[in-house]
């Protein structure tokens, strides 16, 4: 599995990104695809997660009720729409695969990764 995050950039505090990560390879229907962030000096941090299977969302605390995971099977996409960002979402963006196994939040069980877009959110 190849994953590929990209959509990051600078925005201003209030705005919005819309944040692509591009699948491919072999996805098993157990499958989820999460997203991740990691601020400098911080832990690698859970966003959300979607199951490839059937297009159930999950969400961290860390955005919720800011952000929608969405993913487009035709299109092997999966999205993560950012609104009302705040400095504190500063961070490099992650995309994830976890092949059916074990906590979708943490990122131990996620065994395929992208390589990360940077998001930028200044006051």
């Known amino acids: 599995v190849q994953l590929q995050a990209f959509g990051g950039g600078s925005v201003q505090a209030g705005g919005s990104l819309r944040l692509s990560c591009a699948v491919s390879?072999?996805?098993?229907?157990?499958?989820?695809i999460g997203w991740f962030r990691q601020a400098p000096g911080k832990e690698r941090e859970f966003v959300a997660a979607?199951?490839?299977?059937?297009?159930?969302?999950f969400y961290g605390d860390s955005m919720k009720g800011r952000c929608i995971i969405s993913r487009v099977i035709a299109e092997n996409m999966v999205y993560l729409q950012m609104t009302a960002l705040g400095p504190e979402d500063t961070a490099l963006y992650f995309c994830?695969?976890?092949?059916?196994?074990?906590?979708?939040?943490?990122?131990?069980?996620?065994?395929?990764w992208g390589q990360g877009t940077q998001v930028t959110v200044s006051s």
């Open positions: 979607i199951t490839w299977s059937d297009n159930s969302p």
């Open positions: 390879g072999f996805i098993s229907s157990s499958s989820y």
């Open positions: 994830a695969c976890n092949p059916g196994r074990g906590a979708l939040s943490s990122p131990s069980w996620y065994e395929y």
